[in-house]
Nanobody, 115 residues
Framework: QVQLVESGGGLVQAGGSLTLSCAASGISSSITRASWYRQAPGKQRELVAHVVRGGSTIYTDSVKGRFTISRDNAKNTVHLQMNSLKPEDTAVYYC?????????WGQGTQVTVSS
């Protein structure tokens, strides 16, 4: 059974930093793409960043230069380092992994940035 467990969310003041982690277990195929999405209250879920197996990354414009996504292929983990956080970064952050024919989601972790 595939399971994605996220950690690292919490409450932080504007300008602060947090690191989110996602540990994937039960995946038998290689992870081809690992992503972080977020969903703020009343808004649609949006892609924050993703990293593919070769290491290439994509970021949504609003987080470029502040967030860094990374992955550990050996440990099947993906991280999101978030710096210079802003109140508009407040959302539930979800880990997403594509492996083989599967598309898997974590349960989400709350990030709240106070002004």
């Amino acid at each position: 059974q595939v399971q994605l467990v996220e950690s690292g969310g919490g409450l932080v003041q504007a300008g602060g930093s947090l690191t989110l982690s996602c540990a994937a277990s039960g995946i038998s195929s290689s992870i081809t793409r690992a992503s972080w999405y977020r969903q703020a209250p009343g808004k649609q879920r949006e892609l924050v960043a993703h990293v593919v197996r070769g290491g290439s990354t994509i970021y949504t414009d609003s987080v470029k230069g502040r967030f860094t996504i990374s992955r550990d292929n050996a440990k099947n983990t993906v991280h999101l380092q978030m710096n210079s956080l802003k109140p508009e970064d407040t959302a539930v952050y979800y880990c997403n992994v594509v492996a083989g024919f599967g598309n898997y989601w974590g349960q989400g972790t709350q990030v709240t940035v106070s002004s």
